[in-house]
């Protein structure tokens, strides 16, 4: 038996597997896998992460929910005439896209669905199930990559799609990781489900652009002792999420974790807002626009203004990708519970740890010395084992 076939498989179950992250994830990992382009953006692929036991890009194995029918292959298709994914690769991977496309299940709730919302959680939970026992996978990561929802309306109103999927991977017994402003772990219907499963997991909300660099600024204003007096903020975006964040109330939610990391690292909120403006036509680009005043020695008043231009869905995707291999490595080393130590992807993470950029780092590569450790050092004191009681 070959080395690649002994090795064990894991499983990234992803949550709207037919997005555009989504199809940018398998269509990455393939393309890397088969050396056609070196793996940009993924900070797992650095050297600090030699020997932490991370599982393989090529043993990834993909499948997931969506409520959407158009296959990855047509998908991808898509994105390659939007600019997203470089010509050719997409042909050239076919095979696992179409592959990958074989695993994706039904989502909801969709109009008319009448299943209640235990139905839902335990049909998810089945479809989890079979993926990882018919193909043979040591383990699965469930990665929440969906549209952002809108806020909750109260602990009265039914449970958002997300917190399903997530109560649907701790029924599979999977670690989970939110890489949305949605709710999905963080509702108190999850919370005390999470603490009782012993299961890793990590959220919430991708920090790929505008926030990545409000993590770097506030920081420097506040070691330099600048005091900054407004914030302000624009983003344009398009896709599915444009449409989504149109929604003032799944705005909302998303613009949540931005505030947070400025009342983090400044130790208050400045004033200003983050606007966010769906326009279509920019499709999967999206530009973020910063107006910062701040005032100098004896109160000189400055401006710095920033303009992040990018593709959010090659922004995201390499960071899934470090996500799903980060986390897995926790769960087989015997970690549990919130993954603090992974805050350096999130605007909202979970625990209490840093909010600069350099600390999260810091503390990132901590945890991948840490997971070079046997199984039963690598947990924290304190931390449960997969399963116990914290």
Not at 137 to 165: C, I, K
Request: glycine share 12%; hydrophobic share 40%.
């Amino acid at each position: 038996m070959s080395a690649s076939l002994s090795r064990p498989r894991v499983g990234v179950w992803l949550v709207g597997a037919r997005g555009s992250v989504a199809t940018t994830v398998v269509t990455g990992c393939a393309a890397v896998t088969a050396g056609l382009h070196p793996p940009t953006g993924m900070v797992t692929e650095h050297p600090s992460f030699t020997g932490s036991g991370l599982p393989a890009l090529s043993d990834l194995v993909f499948g997931g929910h969506d409520t959407l029918d158009c296959p990855l292959p047509k998908r991808a298709e898509t994105l390659t005439a939007g600019g997203v994914l470089p010509p050719g690769v997409a042909t050239a991977v076919g095979a696992e896209l179409a592959a990958a496309d074989r695993e994706i299940r039904p989502g909801g709730p969709t109009s008319g669905d009448t299943r209640t919302e235990a139905e839902l959680i335990a049909a998810f939970a089945d479809d989890i199930r079979d993926f990882v026992h018919r193909n043979e996978l040591a383990r699965a990561v469930v990665v929440n990559v969906a549209s952002t929802e809108p806020a909750s309306q109260g602990p009265d109103a039914p449970l958002p799609a997300s917190t399903l999927y997530a109560l649907a991977a701790l029924r599979a017994g999977c670690p989970y990781v939110n890489f949305t402003p949605s709710e999905g772990m963080h509702h108190t219907a999850a919370a005390s489900e999470a603490e009782r499963s012993g299961l890793p997991y990590a959220g919430r909300d991708g920090k790929t652009g505008q926030t990545l660099l409000r993590a770097v600024l506030g920081p420097m204003f506040a070691q330099r002792a600048l005091t900054v007096r407004a914030w302000s903020g624009t983003n344009l975006l398009g896709g599915g999420d444009g449409a989504a964040l149109a929604d003032p109330a799944a705005a909302a939610a998303k613009n949540a974790g931005k505030e947070r990391v400025l009342a983090d690292t400044l130790g208050t909120v400045p004033e200003g807002e983050v606007h966010i403006d769906d326009v279509p036509a920019l499709g999967d680009w999206k530009t973020a626009w910063d107006h910062i005043a701040f005032d100098g020695f004896l109160g000189t008043r400055m401006v710095l203004q920033t303009i992040w231009q990018g593709c959010d869905s090659a922004l995201a995707a390499p960071l899934v990708l470090d996500l799903a291999r980060l986390t897995a490595r926790a769960h087989e080393a015997g970690v549990s519970g919130p993954l603090t130590d992974l805050g350096f992807f999130f605007k909202d993470p979970v625990g209490d740890g840093p909010a600069a950029l350099g600390e999260q780092y810091a503390a990132l590569v901590a945890f991948g010395e840490r997971l070079r450790a046997p199984s039963s050092t690598a947990r924290r004191p304190g931390d449960a084992a997969p399963g116990e009681r914290s």
